[in-house]
């Protein structure tokens, strides 16, 4: 059986140790003060807590954008180099097309 991090500090005490911080912490804050001591103590933690798991979301939130903006940046370079390859392919066939032109209109079979 696994002891919550929160309270791994009590395992290293013996048990003369928890007694006598009990003991004065009686002593300090009275019987009738301990009560709303935990209360706070529980509104303390409950805060805390909150607080950490917004920080949390925080961080888990740009690092999610961070990963998106970097995937659109891919998917943009994807598809720019596509459309370069495109205009390419299209320059390509009209130089042929020109060259074939030229071929022809020099060729025996046309004189000029």
Same mark, same amino acid.
């Given at each position: 059986?696994?002891?919550?991090?929160?309270?791994?500090?009590?395992?290293?005490?013996?048990?003369?140790?928890?007694?006598?911080?009990?003991?004065?912490?009686?002593?300090?804050?009275?019987?009738?003060?301990?009560?709303?001591?935990?209360?706070?103590?529980?509104?303390?933690?409950?805060?805390?807590?909150?607080?950490?798991?917004?920080?949390?979301?925080?961080?888990?939130?740009?690092?999610? =954008? %961070? #990963? @998106?903006? !970097?995937?659109? /940046? +891919?998917?943009?370079?994807?598809? $720019?180099? &596509? *459309?370069? =390859? %495109? #205009? @390419?392919? !299209?320059?390509? /066939? +009209?130089?042929?097309?020109?060259? $074939?032109? &030229? *071929?022809?209109?020099?060729?025996?079979?046309?004189?000029?």
């Amino acid at each position: 059986m696994s002891t919550p991090a929160t309270f791994a500090f009590i395992t290293d005490m013996n048990p003369g140790t928890i007694v006598l911080i009990v003991l004065v912490v009686v002593l300090l804050f009275g019987g009738s003060k301990l009560p709303e001591l935990a209360r706070g103590l529980g509104k303390a933690r409950r805060e805390f807590k909150r607080a950490s798991d917004e920080i949390e979301d925080e961080v888990r939130t740009a690092m999610d =954008e %961070e #990963e @998106r903006k !970097k995937e659109k /940046e +891919k998917q943009d370079e994807i598809r $720019r180099k &596509k *459309i370069e =390859e %495109e #205009e @390419r392919a !299209k320059i390509r /066939e +009209k130089i042929e097309s020109e060259e $074939r032109a &030229k *071929i022809a209109s020099k060729s025996p079979e046309n004189p000029e």
